[in-house]
Structure formats: C-alpha cells, structure tokens
C-alpha cells in the first residue's frame, strides 16, 4: 500500500448536474448536484435524515446510476466503467456493518474484496493481514463476525474495503451505535489513512469529529448542495447549519468566545485551553 | 410515588461466556420518571434493557440471579410472570422492529394485534406522524427510509401502543442534531402530557441528562455510578474511569482550565453560557491583576 502523494488540483470525482429518482417514484432525491472532490481532501458530507447524503455517495461506484446528469470517475462516466474498474477507485463502507458482512470468519470477510479484485497467494495474504493490522483485528483474523461487537463489525467492514486499497473511500456513518473510545478508533483508522495520500468522503452527524478530522464540509440539505468549504468556515455558518439539522460544536462556541484570549485552534477543548494558558502566560512574562 | 421498575441484585451470564453481561445491579425508577442509563460499549446496556421488557431468560436465554419487577410484575426471579403488554422496548436497530411494507401498516400493527378500533388507530396514527416528525410519508414504503427515518418510524411504532413504561435502546443513534433534539421533546411531551415512565440509554449524555431525573452509569455489567444526573455529569474523574462516553462540554472546558491552573472553576454540569461567562470574567481579572 504505497502512500499516494497528496495533491488537491486532481479531480477523484466530478458530479455534474446528477438528478436521481428511486424507479417509480416522482420525487427526485438528488437534484441537479453538482460536486468536485480533489485527491488528498478529507470530506465531511452533512445533512439532516433524508437529505440525500447516502443517495449521492451510492453514485460514486456505481451502486446507483444518475436519472440524469453524469459521474464521473477520473473523467469517466461510472455507467461506462466495470465493477472491477470502479471497485479499484472507490471503496463504499455501508452505515449498518450487517449490511456488509457475510462471511463466518473475520479474514475470509477482509479477503473477499481483494481476491475478486485478481489478488492471489501472498499478496492477498499481506493484503489480508495488512488492512486487519491496521483496524487492530490481528487476534480476531479466525472469529466469526456475527460473535464481535457492533463496534468490531464496523471496524472490520472498514478493513474489508481497505484490503481493496482503494484511491477514495466512502465511509457512511461510522460511528453509528458507537461508544466515544469506539468512535475515536474507527476515525484514528480513516485519519491515518488519509495521511498516507488517500481521499476521505465521510458522512455524519457527529461534529465533534467532524471539526477534528475532516477538511471541507459539504452541507446537503433536500437533495442539493447547500454549502461547501472549508471545515472551519462551514461550521461557522449558522444559516446553512440551521437549514441541514446541524449544531454548531460546543469546541467552536467556545474558541470563538475565548479567541480574544488567545484560542486559535477549536479542533478539542484541551487545545483551546493549553492555547488561552500559553497566551495568558506571555502576557504576563511579558509585564514583568 | 410507586416504583415503576425495581430491580435487585440482578446478575446475569450468557451461555458460554466466560464474564457476566450484569453484575449486582440494583436501581428504581419510579412511576412518571424519567431514566438515563450510559456507559461504554459493552457495559450491559442493551441486556438491561432485554431484562426490563421481559426478554430474558424466555425469548433471550441466560443465566440469571435476582429480580426485575416491571409494572408491578415480577418478570425475572424465582416464580418469573409474562410481562406486561404495556411495557414498550424500541430496540437499538430499528430496521430489526420495522415489519409494515409502508409506514402505516408499520404504526398499525401494534394496535391491530391488540384489537383496537380501526378508528382509534387512525386517529394514533395522526396523533404519533406529528410526534416525531414523519407526517406525509405515511404510504412510504419502509424500504425507502433514511437510516434516521426509520429511526422515527420505530419510536412512532412503540408510541403506537400507548406504553406506561417506555424502553429505548439507542433511539437517537443515527438522527442528525435536530432529530436528536426532537426526540428529546418527544421525550418531554410525553412526560408532561402522560404519565409514561421513560428508560433512554443514550451516549449523548449532554444532551439528556438535562431532562432525566435519575441517571445509572454501568461499566463492565457492573453499577459505575447511579444518582442525581446534574452531579453524575460534572464528575469528570468518573467519565475517565469509565470511558467510553464524551463529558458535557462545559464540564470538560471547567476541568481544563482548573487543571492548567488558568480559572478555579466551580462546577457547571450542563450549562456551558454559564460556564462561559465566568471564565470570561476571570480571564479578564487575572489580566487586570497583573497590570
């Protein structure tokens, strides 16, 4: 898994006037959508239940083609592309693991993906080993899937489509039914990843971990696109947030509040305290 | 006030495994109250919760020493009766309790079951779509929900029967902030509209301890902490203990600045203007002092 060098003028993904109806059904879910997402980015994709969120990352390999409209994968249409081709270029993490996982032992789950992907011997072994290793599953590789605990499952629908390395990985609410330590772990996992190169399209509702890992937000909000920038603006939109179901997060409420005391940074609370204790302790060095 | 649930020495153990899922554990909730339970994955949670509706050891077999009495009705010790059919679990998957093709059918099952009018299920149904927030997608297919929607549709189910004790495992677990808040008023309404007992196990505990009245901490199948939920919260030493859940941010933000020395903060449990304002307020003194 060689780590792809970061570059943010290369498009993954190019959304183009997608509209999108389920058969049958007059009311569009998707409506004339546009989006760009560029190699290296870390995304958070927002909105209130029923937005479209999950609709529109369902276009992004194949598991939904556009009513009208086009995606495009690196320039070409996913209508056009094989599930091979597309399965190599976006790796797709369902929100409910159970979705996902149906194999009765952890490793023949992670070795799935890669294998119909041509992989064979060891270098779907190494792939095997190397996803469960970064999930810290290792010890479980012989377990039944169906024994672990929902945070264990979501872990290892992860390592599953990390086995396939794919270039962007869609993750649908990872933290669903998760504890705090659990939803950190799952989220250390994706961070890591993105450092080594790869693209991050995220969707969820909790923004306390949305401020801490992601780069850009994009706000759905009834099947369109709302808003779209960087975490830190976004966040402080208070319009587009009230429209999509969005709290801001308490961290940002208070950097904003004690920025005259010199909080810079509102990605945690430690942050913002350890940087109002560096500034009031200059202010003071500095009167003596 | 009558307890509506009281449970003692309660101790559980799945087959085969090799720890108890509940060690010792003991709490009431009285009639018309309002509990919050929390504690990390795997604490005991989510069987607690089995125990409550009468689940176990008939539908979910286990191992079990103690009792739970639920509406006045011994539901596990030593001579265990049914429970009470107006005792409500939504569990922590909806999709696991949504059964109707569409989400009438889903609301009317419930009710038909227990042979009430087809009148009078019209005029729940009305009554619960306002509820929580799904009216208009009454002829949708269940199939074609958000995650959150069917999230809804499943509390609106349970709503449905008019329960006196209401459990809910994780109601709220993949709504958006807004939907969280509206369940919390669902939540109030029913309080201060009926006289519904309320079980919530939640891992947002910022936002819910607000309106419980009692507040059970559970580590390991064991009871971490139990009592007055405005004191639990501000307990920051007992969060790190635990672990698993996120303190209230005003309790996190007062514990900071009292550990790096920069405000001797009282104690705010929820309330983070307050909390704010203070720290504000020394901040400034402290630049005065030493000019």
Not at chain 1, 67 to 86: A, F, K, N, Y
Not at chain 1, 164 to 190: F, H, K, N, Y
Not at chain 2, 71 to 81: D, K, N, S, T, Y
Request: with cysteine.
């Amino acid at each position: 898994m060689a780590p792809a060098v970061a570059s943010f003028t290369e498009n993954v993904i190019s959304v183009r006037d997608l509209t999108f109806s389920y058969p049958g059904t007059a009311v569009p879910i998707l409506r004339k959508v546009n989006l760009e997402v560029r190699r290296g980015e870390f995304i958070a994709l927002l909105g209130s239940n029923g937005a479209g969120k999950t609709t529109l990352a369902k276009h992004f390999n194949g598991l939904h083609c556009p009513t009208s409209g086009q995606v495009l994968l690196h320039g070409r249409p996913t209508t056009e592309l094989g599930l091979r081709e597309l399965a190599k270029i976006v790796g797709y993490c369902y929100q409910n693991p159970d979705h996902q996982i149906f194999s009765s032992s952890v490793e023949n789950e992670v070795k799935f993906g890669p294998r119909n992907l041509g992989l064979t011997g060891e270098a779907l072994a190494s792939r095997v080993s190397e996803a469960l290793a970064v999930v810290g599953m290792t010890e479980f590789a012989a377990s039944n899937p169906f024994v672990l605990g929902r945070g264990r499952r979501q872990l290892l629908a992860v390592a599953s489509i990390l086995a396939m390395d794919p270039e962007l990985l869609v993750v649908d609410e990872p933290t669903t039914g998760l504890d705090l330590s659990g939803a950190q772990q799952i989220m250390r996992v994706l961070g890591r990843w993105h450092e080594e190169g790869r693209t991050m399209v995220v969707i969820t509702h909790d923004m306390d971990l949305v401020v801490e890992y992601t780069t850009r937000c994009v706000v759905m909000a009834d099947g369109q696109i709302i808003d779209d920038g960087p975490t830190q603006e976004v966040l402080r939109h208070n319009d587009t947030m009230r429209a999509a179901g969005l709290e801001e997060p308490a961290v940002v409420t208070i950097s904003d509040r004690l920025s005259r005391f010199g909080s810079a940074r509102c990605k945690s609370i430690a942050d913002v305290v350890a940087d109002v204790g560096a500034h009031m302790e200059a202010e003071h060095a500095g009167r003596l | 006030m009558t307890a509506a649930i009281e449970v003692a020495g309660l101790w559980l153990a799945y087959p085969g495994a090799d720890t108890a899922a509940l060690r010792d554990v003991a709490f009431s909730v009285q009639r018309g109250e309002l509990m919050l339970i929390a504690g990390p994955s795997g604490a005991g949670k989510s069987t607690l919760c089995s125990c409550l509706r009468g689940l176990v050891p008939n539908t979910i077999v286990a191992e079990t020493r103690g009792q739970v009495k639920v509406a006045g009705r011994q539901v596990l010790g030593p001579e265990p009766v049914p429970s009470s059919d107006d005792v409500a679990l939504v569990l922590q998957d909806a999709e696991a309790q949504i059964i109707g093709m569409s989400v009438e059918d889903d609301l009317a099952f419930g009710p038909e079951n227990y042979g009430v009018p087809a009148e009078e299920i019209r005029a729940r149904i009305s009554e619960v779509l306002d509820l929580v927030g799904l009216r208009g997608l009454e002829k949708r297919d269940t199939y074609a929900l958000s995650g959150g929607q069917k999230q809804r549709l499943a509390i609106a189910s349970a709503l449905m029967i008019r329960p006196a004790i209401l459990i809910l495992d994780e109601p709220t677990s993949e709504l958006d902030p807004v939907g969280k808040a509206q369940v919390l008023e669902i939540i109030s309404n029913l309080r201060t509209e009926t006289s519904t007992t309320v079980v919530i196990v939640e891992h947002e505990i910022g936002r819910f301890a607000s309106v419980a009245d009692t507040m059970l901490l559970l580590d390991h199948g064991a009871v971490a902490a139990y009592g007055n939920p405005a004191s639990l919260v501000s307990d920051i030493e007992l969060f790190e203990r635990v672990g698993g859940e996120r303190p209230p941010p005003a309790a996190e933000l007062a514990r900071r600045m009292r550990d790096a020395r920069l405000v001797e903060c009282p104690s705010y449990g929820l309330d983070l203007g307050r909390a704010l304002a203070d720290i504000e307020r020394e901040l400034e003194s402290h630049g005065s002092c030493s000019r």
